[in-house]
């Protein structure tokens, strides 16, 4: 599977480039949820979550 777009507010965080993918496929495939053991991905995730709701 290859992620071809980071989300624009995945971008602005400035994580890794495995954080970023993962976290913009869970943002644009609600039915997926992201599992990420980086510390500031995590805050980020926190975030992606209220983006979706």
């Known amino acids: 599977m290859e992620i071809s777009d980071v989300?624009?507010?995945v971008a602005a965080w400035d994580l890794g480039k495995g954080e970023s993918a993962v976290l913009s496929f869970a943002l644009k495939n609600s039915g997926f949820v992201a599992i990420i053991d980086d510390r500031a991905a995590r805050r980020c995730k926190v975030l992606?979550?209220?983006l979706q709701q």
Request: glycine share 0%.
């Open 48 to 50: 992606t979550d209220n």
């Open 7 to 9: 989300a624009p507010e």
